[in-house]
C-alpha cells in the first residue's frame, strides 16, 4: 500500500473555533422572523421520536445535527437572531448520494409530516445533517418552493473546527478569483498513472462559465452545500481512461467515450466490486456519465469526509450521474431505475487516492494550456490567483 502523501504544503491557514451564530449570519443572514429546520436521516424514522436515537453511538452525525445545530440554535439563537421557528425531522436514509428523498418526514413528538405539503411550504432555512448529501434533491425543492438552505452530509469534528468556522466572506472572495481565473476554458486534460498503468483523460468544457459553490447563501431559492469552497463545470464531453479506488480499496480503471464510462476493468481487488458497477453502467448508462469536474479552494486539514475534503486546494473530482444541480441536463428521466439517479463524487487527493498518482491537470483556456495541479499541489497559475487576496 503507498503512503499518504500529506496536505499541500505551499499554504498554511489558521482557523478560529467554531461559532455556529457566525455561520449562520455569515451564510444566511436570516430576517426577523424566518423559521428554520434541521433535517436528519435514519434507517428508521421512529427513532427521532422523543431523540431515541441519541442513545445509538453509530450515529454520530445525527447526534451533531441535535446537539451542534437544534440545540445550539434553540438554546440562545432564535432569540439572538430573531427567528420565528426552529425544528427538528427525519426522514429514511435514502442509502445513496443525491437519491430523492420521499416525502414523509416525522417529528420527535411522533406526527408525520409531508414535505412538499408543510416543509417546504413552511420553513425559509433547512438545514440538511445527514448521511447521505441531498443537494439535488433539496436544490430541486428550493426552485419549486423559494426557501434557501444548506447540505452538510458526513459532518465530523474536524469539519466543525476548520470548514465551517472559517469566514465565508472570506471564502467567497478566494472562490471568485479562481473562478474568474478559470472561467471560458475549452478544455482539460488530466494524465495519471496507477499501477504502473498510465491514464489520460480529456475532458470538454466548451468555453462555459465557471460556477462555484462559496457558501454564501442569503437570497432564495439556493441551498449551500457546506462546507464550500469550490469551482466547477459541467462538462460538455469527454473521452479518455481514468483510475478509480472504490470505498473497500479495489482499483479499476474507466474507459470514457461521449461523455460516459462504458467499461470498468480491474486492476486489483475485488471482482465483483467492478462486476456490479458494470452492472449498473449497462443497465442504467446515465449513471456512468461525467456530470461535474470540480476543484477545491479552500486550504484546510483533511477530515476523512468527501464534503470537506474534495474542497481542499490542490484537489479535484470528477462526478458521475445526476447533475441538474449544477445547472445540468442529467436528470431523473434520464434514469431507468430510480435507484441509479445518484450523483457520485470520485475525489482524487494526496490523502483518498495515494495509489494514484496525478502527474499533472491542464486547463486549456484563451489559447494557453495551464498547468493547475501535479502530484496534488496547485502550480503556479492557481497560486497567483490566489495570492491576490494575500
Do not use: W
Not at 6 to 12: C, V, Y
Not at 112 to 128: A, G, M, P, R, V
Not at 233 to 245: E, R
Amino acid at each position: 500500500m503507498v503512503a499518504a502523501k500529506t496536505a499541500p504544503t505551499n499554504l498554511k491557514h489558521e482557523f478560529p473555533p467554531f461559532d455556529l451564530t457566525r455561520l449562520l449570519k455569515t451564510v444566511f443572514n436570516p430576517a426577523i422572523g424566518e423559521k428554520v429546520c434541521v433535517l436528519i436521516d435514519l434507517d428508521d424514522i421512529k427513532d427521532v421520536i422523543d431523540f431515541k436515537f441519541l442513545k445509538n453511538k453509530d450515529q454520530p452525525v445525527q447526534e451533531k445535527a441535535h446537539r451542534i445545530f437544534y440545540q445550539g440554535i434553540r438554546s440562545g439563537l432564535m432569540k439572538e437572531l430573531n427567528l420565528g421557528a426552529c425544528d427538528f425531522f427525519a426522514y429514511k436514509t435514502t442509502g445513496g448520494s443525491n437519491l430523492e428523498l420521499s416525502d414523509e418526514a416525522m417529528s420527535p413528538d411522533g406526527k408525520l409530516h409531508s414535505f412538499e405539503k408543510e416543509i417546504y411550504l413552511f420553513y425559509d432555512i433547512i438545514l440538511c445533517i445527514s448521511t447521505f448529501s441531498a443537494t439535488a434533491p433539496l436544490t430541486a425543492a428550493a426552485k419549486r418552493f423559494g426557501f434557501r438552505g444548506g447540505t452538510l452530509h458526513g459532518v465530523n469534528d474536524t469539519i466543525l473546527n476548520s470548514g465551517l468556522a472559517v469566514d465565508y466572506n472570506e471564502v467567497s472572495k478566494e472562490t471568485e478569483l479562481l473562478r474568474k481565473g478559470m472561467t471560458g476554458a475549452d478544455s482539460v486534460d488530466i494524465d495519471f498513472v496507477m499501477e504502473n498503468q498510465k491514464c489520460h483523460l480529456h475532458i470538454d468544457l466548451g468555453g462555459q462559465e465557471a460556477q462555484k459553490s462559496h457558501g454564501i447563501c442569503r437570497v432564495g431559492p439556493d441551498i449551500a452545500n457546506l462546507p464550500a469552497g469550490e469551482v466547477y463545470f459541467v462538462p460538455k464531453n469527454a473521452k479518455g481512461t481514468f483510475p478509480i479506488k472504490f470505498e473497500d480499496g479495489t482499483l479499476a480503471i474507466l474507459h470514457v467515450e461521449d461523455g460516459r464510462i462504458h467499461k470498468a476493468v480491474l486492476v486489483e481487488g475485488d471482482k465483483k466490486v467492478v462486476k456490479d458497477f458494470q452492472r449498473k453502467l449497462d443497465i442504467d448508462p446515465a449513471s456512468g456519465i461525467l456530470g461535474e469536474l470540480g476543484f477545491g479552494t479552500q486550504v484546510l486539514p483533511y477530515s476523512g469526509s468527501d464534503i470537506q475534503d474534495e474542497k481542499i486546494f490542490g484537489t479535484f473530482h470528477l462526478a458521475t450521474g445526476r447533475n441538474d444541480h449544477l445547472g445540468g441536463n442529467v436528470v431523473l428521466k434520464n434514469f431507468h431505475d430510480c435507484k441509479n439517479a445518484t450523483h457520485d463524487d470520485i475525489l482524487f487527493s494526496s490523502t483518498k487516492t495515494p495509489e494514484i498518482t496525478l502527474k499533472q491537470l491542464r486547463l486549456n483556456i484563451h489559447g494557453k494550456s495551464e498547468v493547475l495541479i501535479e502530484n496534488y499541489e496547485p502550480c503556479e497559475y492557481l497560486l497567483n490567483l490566489i495570492h491576490k487576496t494575500r
